[in-house]
């Protein structure tokens, strides 16, 4: 049976984990907070301190490492600012949390799939002796694409570059060790791991020195001030615990790659982008020509089926995407691009949804383009 609603829009939020809604009922019902002597306040704490082992474990981090933020946007402004280096370099494809926070940072390019190119960041770092910060991203929101952030961290360690690496989107879809990255500085967001909004953490390895930000009560030693997200902090704590259990996204992949293949069998000229490298296993990126991502979205919303645009929409018009305009798509084919991202709970059905409002959208487009309207 069709379901009303399919939700295939996972990478812009995912729902909310019913562990992380238990924990969250429960700080809501006995409010502490965690710097308090008195009961309420230790017990807030003691909250916070396990939500805290719970995170550092999702990542393979320190639980000291761990500086609980607003969510991924803070802990990547966290990064770059307090970092402190007088040289930035951050990937052409990041979130526009790292762009807009960084906007004189040297871009490192990215090949036609969308892969950040370690030689040509051992180039530019080569060419300025300058103490920087490297900021990439593990895997990107509308691509999918994985990054070799292993590798370029290597480089830029070579370089006497500190690096920051952006995991939002990989983390509970992917294994993320920090250690196995060797990275200084690593952000995360519950919400797109089955924790709530508002939440997030910056990693920080303790032998980088992080000028504070946030200044006042001292709270995340001294590293971001500011009383502490009890709530949400138990709810990410209890999402991140969930989230280790990554195995469950190889049904997910299946579901993707069927879906893929139904495309490729249904949809001749649809373009779908990066099957050629590693890619995050929930995510497809595709284009339909000729009907813009716009129209896609709300051809197929009317239909109950909620994907986002590969594009963002600013004073009303639709630019096409950095990340697909930076992979050498034109502007064309970028604007004509959705993204379909799937999880936990994404069902067959839900997939057949999609696949039945895309394809009637497909026809209906190739039925105006085979017979025009007379004039
Ligand atoms: N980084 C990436 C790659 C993202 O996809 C997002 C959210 O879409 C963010 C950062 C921002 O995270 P938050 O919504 O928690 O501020």
Redo the contacts with the bound molecule.
Sequence with gaps: MTPRESYLDW??TAPLRSEAAQAIAAILAEPGNPSSVHRRGRAARQTVEAARRAVAALVDAAPDWVVFTS????A?HLALRAADRPRVLVSSIE?S?ILEAAPTAQRIPVDRDGVVSVDALDRLLAADPRPALVSV?LA??ESGVVQPVADLAAVAHRHGALVHC?A??AAGKLPVSVAALGVDLL?L?A??LGGP?GI?ALIVHDAVELRPWLRGGGQEHGRRAGTENVAGIAGFGAAAGVAGETGIYDRVRRLRDALETEIAGTVPEAVVFATGVARLPNTTAVALPGVSAETQVIALDLAGVMVSAGAACSSGKVQPSHVLTAMGAGPDLARSTIRVSLGWSTTEAEIAHFLDAWTALYRRHRARRVAPRAA
């Excluded at 969510?71 to 803070?74: K, L, P, R, W, Y």
């Design positions: 990478n812009a969510g991924g946007t803070e990547n979130h949390s991203m990107n929101n952006d939002v989107q952000s967001s919400h797109k909004t997030g």
